[in-house]
């Protein structure tokens, strides 16, 4: 199957890249990239997006917590969220936050991964929302990549049922 067939699979409208790079020192980063189109309005999915705990309502994970609150809001700046879904773990640190159209992301612990950075971008299309989701990292082990752009995939797909739901 295609990548663009799997991401047909997640949402009509969406479609998915992956990319592997490799730098003169030897470590391979890879990107992956995916899209969709939500039809809610931008103000729903920055809603749905922003709420850090409230991921496991349309995440696989079964909770999401805060370790650390952000600055100036919990959700912001410097909040590490906390997501597991047993026995995976995951902390990941909030970077930047451009309400309401953009949040980045840097993983702390849980994957075989280095430099493992994402960002969230969403733009206003007639009422719709376009959601761009990328991601960069290092993989430390083969498959990696592989299961990352799942996991995202995922994320995506919930991210637009869950903005579509509330927005009706």
Request: net charge neutral.
């Amino acid at each position: 199957m295609k990548i663009n067939d799997v991401a047909k699979s997640l949402h009509p409208t969406a479609h998915m890249g992956c990319s592997l790079h490799q730098f003169a020192e030897g470590a391979a980063v890879a990107e992956v990239r995916i899209y969709a189109r939500a039809a809610a309005p931008l103000e729903t999915v920055w809603s749905v997006l922003a709420d850090q705990t409230g991921m496991a309502a349309w995440t696989p994970a079964r909770m999401v917590t805060l370790e650390r609150e952000g600055d100036p809001s919990a959700r912001g700046i410097g909040a590490i969220r906390v997501i597991s879904r047993p026995p995976f773990t995951v902390r990941e640190q909030i970077t930047d936050v451009d309400e309401p159209t953009r949040l980045a992301y840097r993983l702390l612990s849980g994957l075989p991964a280095r430099d493992y950075r994402g960002e969230t971008v969403l733009s206003s299309v007639d009422g719709a929302t376009d959601i761009a989701w990328a991601v960069t990292l290092a993989p430390r082990l083969p498959g990696v990549t592989f299961v990352v752009r799942h996991v995202i995939g995922a994320l995506v797909k919930g991210l637009v049922a869950e903005s579509e739901h509330r927005a009706r």
